[in-house]
């Protein structure tokens, strides 16, 4: 499968209502860096309490 950004093969398919995108690794850091940035991230950030150290 190819990367839906560019030319590169995908190395991750996520799939979502049963269509995947193809992503290679550079346009998957990408896409995960806008993901982390959001609303609904820092949401389940608080929900499971990630940044607690024990």
């Not at 690794?25 to 150290?53: K, Y």
Request: charged share 40%.
């Amino acid at each position: 499968m190819q990367c839906h950004y560019c030319d590169r093969d995908a190395t991750f398919a996520p799939e979502s209502d049963g269509i995947r995108v193809g992503l290679c690794d550079e346009h998957f850091r990408e896409q995960f860096e806008e993901l982390a940035e959001t609303e609904a991230m820092e949401s389940l950030r608080e929900q499971f309490d990630v940044d607690r150290l024990e």
